[in-house]
């Protein structure tokens, strides 16, 4: 089982001010369609070549349209790279949509 977390729990933890990064691996098109603020993109087929772009010392939350990528991403980066503080957000930035902020288009 990979680590994950609810929309609705990285919502508290950012409002909390808790620092996370939070890596969209959407493709470009999506992204600039919605996205979370503060979110940086790297495409799941760009991931390898952006490794050390990624935070350690920290919690990375991994977002995609419905989760299936960054499920894949997560694993990757966890298998592949050791990494250890990652969270797969559930359902995606679609979930964030629907039950966190309405203003965050659906697609």
């Not at 990285?10 to 603020?37: M, T």
Request: hydrophobic share 35%; aromatic share 6%.
């Amino acid at each position: 089982m990979l680590p994950e977390l609810t929309p609705e729990d990285l919502h508290a933890r950012l409002q909390n001010g808790e620092s996370i990064q939070l890596i969209d691996v959407r493709e470009p098109e999506e992204y600039e369609y919605c996205q979370l603020s503060d979110s940086q993109l790297i495409s799941l087929s760009d991931l390898p070549q952006h490794i050390e772009e990624i935070a350690t010392d920290r919690p990375v939350v991994l977002i995609c349209h419905h989760g299936v990528r960054s499920a894949q991403a997560l694993a990757y980066l966890q298998h592949r790279h050791g990494f250890t503080n990652l969270l797969n957000l559930r359902g995606g930035i679609h979930a964030w949509s629907v039950r966190v902020d309405s203003s965050v288009p659906i697609y």
